[in-house]
């Protein structure tokens, strides 16, 4: 099997060769500069220091070819780029200012290579007039966006060899107002100001299939997943209600969702951190294929034979490999194990692709990464061993 | 013990607007604010606090009744001083160093000053020398918190520092803190969430984990 038949085989719920390996694409599925440094020089490779969306602040390492291929990866990326004016802007900048993105939103230095985001440009909007007045709202038609995507995303097809893992730069409504207003602001919000809450997850929304719209039309067919997503967990429930989600960002979704999949047979990839159990039949009513990152030290996500047995027919998963205790602090044994206990768990009958629970961090020995990779290679070769 | 029951339900569900304009007439006609703090304010926000414990109300509801807790606790605070009513301890709080998250800490900053604590909020990445310079200014507890796993270890030299000093207690909370990980670094309370804190805050000194 290729890798991409590999993934095809495992998102479509049927058995592949071994269980995928997703790992390197993208932000939520990437690794940090720290740990890419570290895995290159034990593997030996030489190649630049590249960020992804060409983006350092946000500091997910762009992973070269040969360092993808020891890490076992089944994907390749195809990923957009903020317009060439907000590049150039933010490489112009002094250095240690804010990044601003061409939202108008930004992080802020607090250290060496530790970006935050806390520049949030409309914290007292409580009205759309307010809205109305903002005038940096992204212009999602600039070419330069999506001006790569299309040779990007034929060379993938052309070699054939690996499934294309397609993401926008957080097309993610939630995580988007969020982003505008301050997150405690917006949350507030959508308890004193609901009806504004909607207009500008709705308006976000609009934009989101703006960009997706220019994205998919230069992929073609030349992709096989889409990511989009929205942090909704926190460590041990949700972050708003389920009646909340339903009322507010449940519509939202689906709307997105239902705009990608007119246009594409791609799967759609749904990232969102934390315990997100109670909504995972929502995610599935509105089309959601694959579901990320499974943070197991979340709740009811730690409970992975009953998200298998409850979930597992309808919806596969990707992720599952803890970030919080087992890839920094255990051992190369302690990953080898919870990396088998995962795939057993997960991977019978397919619907189930190895990856880190969210970024692989600063914190993490590049041994472990390793480790967790190579446990794939060892123990997951179908059929499964108990 | 009289319970003003519109204040209760007005700081559960969040109507800020009905608690000043309540807290405000209470102060108008001369009412026992000590009873009312006591015996209405702090328990509803308290019951606010158990719910989200519960998984009853999530992150909106908990800060919007947390914000209205706050506006009457502004009117309500500089008057109780002058009346001479003294906080239970002065505490000091923030995000440690490398964190700039601050939702989760200045909930238990609101919860702490409405459970009858004075408390010194020292903002977000915060190093050793300002929670030192918290407890020279009276902090009898310090209070650290962190969401991200790879801010945590900013809690060790904090806990490293007050560790031979009985008279200063560090309690530790946040996303992915845990008990253990309190134990390790020699913490002397752990709070599960903002509730929680509060308990392990008056548990540390040597008061009832939940006030009577």
């Not at chain 2, 900013?154 to 803190?177: L, N, S, T, Y």
Request: proline share 6%; glycine share 8%.
């Amino acid at each position: 099997m290729t890798p991409r038949e590999r993934v095809l085989a495992a998102i479509n719920h049927e058995e592949p060769d071994r269980v995928p390996v997703v790992i390197g694409v993208s932000n939520a599925t990437g690794i940090k500069m720290k740990p890419y440094r570290g895995i290159k020089e034990l593997i030996g490779v030489k190649a630049p220091d590249d960020y992804i969306y060409d983006w350092p602040e946000l500091g997910t390492a762009l992973i070269d070819e040969d360092t993808m291929r020891r890490l076992h990866s089944d994907v390749r990326g195809v990923l957009d780029l903020e317009p060439e004016t907000v590049r150039q802007w933010n490489k112009e900048r002094d250095p240690h200012s804010d990044y601003v993105d061409s939202w108008g939103s930004g992080q802020t230095e607090i250290g060496p290579d530790d970006w935050y985001p806390n520049v949030h440009p409309l914290p007292d909007a409580t009205t759309p007039a307010d809205l109305d007045a903002y005038d940096d709202w992204p212009d999602m038609s600039d070419p330069t966006r999506v001006a790569h995507v299309r040779e990007a995303a034929s060379r993938l097809a052309k070699e054939n060899q690996y499934a294309i893992l397609a993401t926008p730069w957080l097309l993610f409504p939630f995580e988007r107002a969020h982003a505008m207003q301050g997150m405690d602001v917006f949350l507030l919000n959508m308890i004193e100001h609901p009806d504004f809450a909607r207009v500008l997850l709705q308006r976000i929304g609009d934009y989101c299939k703006q960009l997706m719209g220019y994205f998919l039309q230069e992929l073609g067919d030349n992709v096989d997943i889409i990511k989009i997503g929205d942090d909704l967990g926190t460590q041990k429930s949700l972050m708003i209600s389920p009646r909340m989600y339903r009322n507010f960002l449940k519509p939202v979704h689906a709307d997105l969702i239902g705009f990608i999949k007119e246009r594409t047979s791609a799967k759609v990839f749904f990232h969102s951190d934390g315990d997100v159990a109670p909504l995972i039949d929502d995610f599935i009513e509105i089309g959601v294929d694959i579901l990320n990152p499974i943070q197991t030290n979340a709740g009811s996500m730690s409970d992975l034979a009953m998200l298998k047995k409850r979930f597992g027919n309808n919806i596969a998963f990707c992720g599952g490999i803890d970030t919080d205790r087992v890839l920094p602090l255990g051992s190369v044994d302690d990953v080898r194990q919870e990396v088998k206990r995962v795939m057993q768990t997960l991977g019978p009958g397919g619907g189930y692709m190895v990856g880190a629970v969210h970024t692989v961090m600063n914190d993490v020995p590049p041994e472990n990464v390793l480790a967790m990779v190579d446990a794939v290679e060892e123990f997951g070769h179908y059929p499964l061993g108990s | 013990m009289t319970i003003n029951d519109e204040l209760w339900d007005a700081i559960v569900f969040a109507e800020r607007g009905l608690v000043l304009k309540i807290v405000q007439a209470a102060v108008d006609n001369d009412e026992d604010l000590v009873e009312l703090l006591n015996n209405t304010m702090i328990p509803a926000l308290r019951e606010v606090g158990d719910q989200f414990s519960a998984g009853e109300v999530f992150v909106p509801e908990m800060l919007a009744s947390a914000k209205a807790m706050q506006a009457a606790i502004d009117i309500v605070g500089p008057l109780l001083a002058k009346t001479g009513h003294k906080p239970i301890a002065k505490v000091c709080i923030g995000s440690v160093r490398g964190d700039l998250h601050d939702i989760g800490k200045n909930l238990v900053a609101i919860m702490l000053r409405g459970s009858g604590f004075e408390v010194d909020d020292l903002g977000v990445n915060c190093r050793v020398d300002d929670f030192e310079a918290a407890v020279q200014r009276g902090a009898e507890v310090v209070c650290l918190s962190a969401l991200l796993s790879t801010t945590r270890d900013a809690m060790r030299p904090v806990a490293d520092h007050f560790r031979d000093r009985d008279e200063v207690k560090v309690v530790v909370g946040g996303a992915v803190i845990t008990q253990e990980f309190a134990d390790v670094i020699g913490a002397d309370g752990f709070g599960f969430d903002a509730s929680d804190a509060i308990r392990a805050v008056r548990e540390c000194l040597g008061l009832a984990g939940t006030p009577a």
